[in-house]
Structures are given as structure tokens and as C-alpha cells.
């Protein structure tokens, strides 16, 4: 079964340009998380789907920020215009929740990341 | 809301040696806290997790520990070889809420 695929790898722009990040979470995974790891930081949380839903994207920095997740699959992340301050690792992670007592649990799948360069 | 502190940020350990990485989290009512893995230039992978109900969690070489009273869980590596050197980072969730806390990271080196 593939894992949670990104898109692109590495990206380097200009600061004032936009960049769409691309996230194809596991098949069936109802959860869709966006995170961004700036150097030597935390894994710091942007924002969640519920299918096609925003749960939370309290952790969305700005309104140059934007998340979508048409149709319940894949998730796309742009960011407009692109500041120095974006530059850093932003990964797609994936679950399925599993009941686990009165409370639901799951294993989070991480991609490989995008590197987004601001220049 | 939650934050997940983590120390060290680094640690350098020989070949066959344990490691140790401590993390505090704030919010009470945090009961799942699993640990991630990432190797240079791969994906972050779930190692270990524990929840509220266990103090402790075993798996190999590998342990976890809980103390919810100090808010305080561990991780334990023993007969450290070369490639547990990765960053490793702690995370801490309600799972009411969904949505995982991580730590800042350990950068754990193990020279042979």
C-alpha cells in the first residue's frame, strides 16, 4: 500500500511568489494533518481535515495560507504571497482514528516533506 | 493549549550505551504520547507510544515511561548502535481533540 505521498520535494522561490504544496494522504485515511518544521524547531501543527473538512487550522499562521481538500483526498497547501519567514520543512501526515476506549486514536503517517526555500 | 517540552536537544552516546530523552508536556488531560523517528532525509515513523492507563511500555531495545502526575514521560534507547542515530521526537495528544504536540526534537548521534 503507498504511504502518504508529497509533492513537490524541494521548492525554491522568490519571496513574494507562491507555491502549492501537494499531499496525497493514505487511501481511506479520514484525518489529514499539515505540519511545518522550521530548523531546529518543533514539528508545529498548521491544520487538520476531517475529510473534507477543516477540524482545526488554529496553528494556520496567516491568511497568506491557504488549505484545501476537495473531494476528501488530497490536499493541496499555498502559500501567497511567500515570505522569508515560510522557509522550512512542511509535512502531510495521515490517520485513520481506531476507538480506543471513549476516545479515538490513531497511528499518524508522515510524508517525506517539502522543503520550501523563500529567497 | 498543549505544549510538549524535550530534552536534550542533542545527545551523543558510543556504540552500546543507553540514551535517555525526557519530555514534559502542560495539559492535563493529554493520554496518548507517542514517539517519532526520523532519519536524515526520510519521513518521521512512529516507534513507540504509550497511553494514560500504562506507566510503563516496552518494545525491544526500546522503552517508554510515564508519569502523569509530573507530566513527565522518557525515552529509553539501550545497546545504542549506529543506526538509532536519528532526531527523535517526543508528542503528546488528547485524543478528544486530535491533534498532536510535538516536542522541539533530539538529535541523537551514536558513534561506533
Known sequence: ?119 | GENVEQHPSTLSVQEGDSAVIKCTYSDSASNYFPWYKQELGKRPQLIIDIRSNVGEKKDQRIAVTLNKTAKHFSLHITETQPEDSAVYFCAAKNTGFQKLVFGTGTRLLVSP
Open chain 1, 1 to 119: 500500500e503507498a504511504g502518504v505521498t508529497q509533492f513537490p520535494s524541494h521548492s525554491v522561490i522568490e519571496k513574494g511568489q507562491t507555491v502549492t504544496l501537494r499531499c496525497d494522504p493514505i487511501s481511506g485515511h479520514d484525518n489529514l494533518y499539515w505540519y511545518r518544521r522550521v530548523m531546529g524547531k518543533e514539528i508545529k501543527f498548521l491544520l487538520h481535515f476531517v475529510k473534507e473538512s477543516k477540524q482545526d487550522e488554529s496553528g494556520m499562521p496567516n491568511n497568506r495560507f491557504l488549505a484545501e481538500r476537495t473531494g476528501g483526498t488530497y490536499s493541496t497547501l499555498k502559500v501567497q504571497p511567500a515570505e522569508l519567514e515560510d522557509s522550512g520543512v512542511y509535512f502531510c501526515a495521515s490517520s485513520q482514528d481506531r476507538l480506543w476506549g471513549l476516545a479515538f486514536s490513531g497511528e499518524l503517517f508522515f510524508g517525506e516533506g517539502s522543503r520550501l526555500t523563500v529567497l
